[in-house]
């Protein structure tokens, strides 16, 4: 299924289709050649007044129409040509023509023809006028150099997308090899040269190195695309100023560009993104891929308004250019992506997720809306119909979600276990073993009364197939944060400390636990909740594993010590590392009941539990060591620069480190 909608997205990309000069070349040079004679219309120009004339010219009629006839080399050109100068007394004269009335003219005309004099273009001409092969021969260069610019950006435009498709591609293959076979298509010293040399996070951005790397040929490419090739030879007589011709044409390039990154965008940031499935790639690492493209993409918007602006205050006067609807939707589009860029930098986002949320959402709805009416005449509306059907897409599956695979909604149980934690059970949706797998993350909206206002709003949370707790259920885990986990956390319980609600449930996502083989070995590297990134991994992992677990509230331990107990039962070796010290009686009391807890007082460092658990995994002698981490955004980045550090190039046991972010 996910494998037709990529099919089906490029199908609608290939529909991609250019109206205006670039339709009909023949047309293009016919209608600028004739437009240069008298008949009697008082002008040359391009505006509509002039086409509603000189539509109702049969001279005029006549000429362009021989004129398509005798300079077009097939019948199919000929034909597109005579559909396309119809569509332009359509559009431009309010004339109801088509193709054919235009072929029936040029027929016609054939018995009155004569040959244009110098005198044609000053005293109005009252006879159709043929064509002198040696003046019309600029105009057919002149198009066709036009044309062939705007073929080229398109293909340019298309190259930028193969980009990326050919770096999921690669992800694809290795991600299906790794997961079916077990064989790392890159073979284990180039993997470990990577590990150790690209995957280390940088200070620019947090970005991995392997990223910039990508990233930074991306820029490349798209500054060579940009910015070369250029070839369109002076004088041109489409444009017959050097300088607007050179705006125009840079218009044109950065205007398709920044189209065909459109789809990237949208595709990379919707929660229903096929390639997270395809690449086994996480959907935080396509988030950083949503904000590159729609970076470049709204540069490129960018400097192609600024582009055009500056070329209608040139040609002028700027009020003409600026009547058009499509001018006025181009200018709010670019203004929308940049309003779009500056509230998704991470300071809003951290102060109010939940508005940026809904405004990226309404803004991105509106900018296609933008899109549709800036190109609905100027064509290349396959990319716009492609982002609307991503859209569309991605409601339909969450849809299907929510009310198929999760029968809509469900009756759910909330237990505030204390200040800090609440447990949410859910009742097994019957198509839970065909669609999840253990690991998975929902989204969950809540449908309560005294929290109505929350019920637009949907959090992801892991859930847990715990086999401490009855099979029928599923479980969550979640620290009251400040937005909606505060206001469930402060709601009234009944006296067993729990209440039920309606909710909503939109999942599965997320790829899972990876399934381990016998030799394996997994340590988890935990940061307080983030636990439930990691529980389900362990669950399945063989017994040669382990897991360490940095908390900072002891209570934390109380709430998961079942499903700890579970853990060593099946020979895992556990260490709850906690971080403060408060000497109440019940803290004491619990470090003296549970073993595993030892009172660190300080964050230990990840790289000496780094170094543990590649110590772990020699001394089991595993094939492959599994570190699998989930813990607060910087306690991921040092426990992954941590094992890069550690790996060795010609290392025997693989090292493979799987983030289970609970950030993006
Ligand atoms: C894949 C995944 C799995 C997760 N699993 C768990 C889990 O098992 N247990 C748990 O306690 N937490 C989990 N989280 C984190 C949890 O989603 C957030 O803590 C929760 O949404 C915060 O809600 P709030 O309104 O109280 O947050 P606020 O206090 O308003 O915001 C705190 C932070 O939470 C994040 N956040 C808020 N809303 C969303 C949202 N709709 N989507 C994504 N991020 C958001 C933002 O980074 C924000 O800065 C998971 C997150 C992800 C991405
Ligand atoms: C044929 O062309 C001539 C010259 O343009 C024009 O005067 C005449 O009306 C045309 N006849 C028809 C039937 O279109
Ligand atoms: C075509 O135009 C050129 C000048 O531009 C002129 O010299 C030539 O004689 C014309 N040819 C015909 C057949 O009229």
Known sequence: MKLLVVLFTLFLLCAVHALVIIDSALASSCLYYMKGFNWGCGGTGQSHHMYKCRCANIDWLGSVGNCIATQGTNAGEISHA?????LRCKQRG??????????????????????????????????????????FAIYERSFSQINHHVLKTQWFGWGLVFFWAALLAVHTVFNFMWRLFRINIFGATLYQIHQKYLSPKTAFF???????????????QTVLVSALSYTVELPNVYIKDPYLLKLDLIGYRTGIISFSLMPLTFIFGIRNNPFCWLTGLPHSEFIIYH????????????????????????????????????????????????????QSFRFIRTLMYETFLVVHKLFGWLFIVSMWYHCNILGWMGWV?????????????????????????????????????????????????????????????????????????????????????????????????????????????????????????????????????????????????????????????????????????ANDVVVLSRDIDYLISRGMDVKVLLTSVDETDDTLL???????????????????????????????????????????????????????????????????????SFTW
Not at 106 to 128: G, S
């Open 94 to 135: 309010n004339k109801d023509y088509v193709g054919s009335d235009i072929r029936q003219w040029a027929e016609n005309a054939t018995a009155y023809l004569q040959m244009p004099t110098a005198n044609d273009t000053k005293v109005q001409v009252y006879h159709p006028l043929a064509v002198n092969e040696t003046d």
């Open 291 to 342: 904000k590159v493209a729609a970076i470049f993409m709204s540069i490129e918007a960018m400097i192609h308004s600024a582009v055009w602006t500056h070329y209608a205050f040139i040609a002028g006067p700027y009020t003409v250019w600026s009547v058009d609807a499509y001018w006025k939707w181009g200018v709010v589009g670019t203004i929308l992506a940049f309003l779009i860029l500056f």
């Open 385 to 553: 119909y492609s982002l609307i059907a991503l859209t569309a897409y991605d409601r339909l599956v969450r849809f299907f979600k929510i009310f198929v695979v999760n029968r809509g909604f469900t009756d759910i149980i909330v237990t505030v276990v204390d200040e800090k934690v609440l447990r949410i059970s859910i009742p097994k949706p019957m198509a839970y073993d065909v669609a999840y797998r253990p690991g998975s993350h929902v989204y969950l909206s809540f449908f309560h009364w005294p929290i109505w206002y929350q019920c637009f709003q949907s959090h992801p949370f892991t859930v847990i197939s715990s086999p401490v707790v009855s099979s029928k259920v599923l479980t969550i885990y979640v620290r009251v944060k400040k937005g909606t986990t505060a206001k469930l956390a402060k709601l009234r319980t009944n006296e067993k400390g729990y209440l039920s609600m309606w909710a909503l449930i939109d999942g599965p996502y997320g790829e899972g636990a990876v399934s381990y083989r016998e030799t394996d070995s997994v340590v988890g590297i935990a940061g307080g909740m983030g636990v439930c990134g990691i529980l389900p991994s362990l669950y399945n992992a063989p017994a040669n594993s382990k897991l360490y677990w940095v908390i900072n509230n």
């Open 590 to 660: 619990l470090v003296k009941s549970h073993p595993y807890i030892s009172v660190e007082g300080t964050r230990p460092a990840m790289a000496d539990l780094v170094a543990d658990a590649v110590e772990f995994g020699k001394k089991v002698s595993a094939t492959d060591l599994f570190i699998v981490s989930c813990g607060a955004g910087s306690m991921d980045t040092e426990i992954g620069n941590s094992i890069s550090k550690k790996v060795e190039v010609g290392q025997k046991m693989a090292i493979h480190h799987q983030l289970e």
């Open 82 to 86: 005579f559909a396309h100068a119809a």
């Open 206 to 220: 947090g970005l991995s190195r392997w990223n910039i790397v990508i990233f930074s040929l991306f820029t490349i």
